[in-house]
């Protein structure tokens, strides 16, 4: 049996779901997450890296929200922009499999972008959201 793998933003706590993103078109996720973190001296030579540490990275999920008309697609888009708080602590979750997921904890760095295309917003409207992992 095969899953359509779904991303979907939670509460800080993991337990309430927020938001589902719809229509996922292209994301970063799974990220390689390293497990060490290298500082490098300004003066100097060489370099300490630290083993056991995860590294931030930018996570980002872009989709098209897609409506019957002009004033569905605005109510979706409002939704979204409501829904999601810049400098807000959120658990980013992607199905991996039936029974497993990815799972980030991440703040909201950018503006939820949503371009005006060719199209200008009449049934469909691209969107962007760039997230910070590890921030808190």
């Known amino acids: 049996m095969s899953i359509i793998p779904r991303i979907?933003?939670?509460d800080s706590a993991g337990t309430t779901l927020l938001y589902t993103f719809t229509a996922v078109q292209d994301t970063n996720i799974p990220l390689e997450?390293?497990?060490s973190s290298k500082i490098t001296p300004y003066r100097g030579r060489g370099a300490i890296v630290l083993t056991g540490s995860?590294?931030?990275s930018d996570i980002y999920v872009s989709g098209i929200?897609?409506?019957a008309?002009?004033?569905?697609?605005?109510v979706l888009m409002d939704s979204m922009k409501s829904t999601i708080v810049k400098?807000?602590?959120y658990i980013l979750k992607m199905d991996k499999s039936s029974s497993g997921q990815y799972s980030y904890n991440v703040k909201m760095v950018d503006d939820i972008s949503m371009p005006?295309?060719?199209d200008k917003r009449n049934t469909y409207q691209n969107y962007k959201c760039t997230f910070i992992s590890n921030a808190w």
């Open 8 to 10: 979907k933003l939670y």
């Open 33 to 35: 997450e390293i497990r």
């Open 54 to 56: 995860v590294k931030d």
């Open 65 to 67: 929200l897609d409506a």
């Open 69 to 74: 008309d002009y004033e569905a697609l605005v």
């Open 87 to 89: 400098g807000t602590k």
């Open 116 to 118: 005006i295309d060719e």
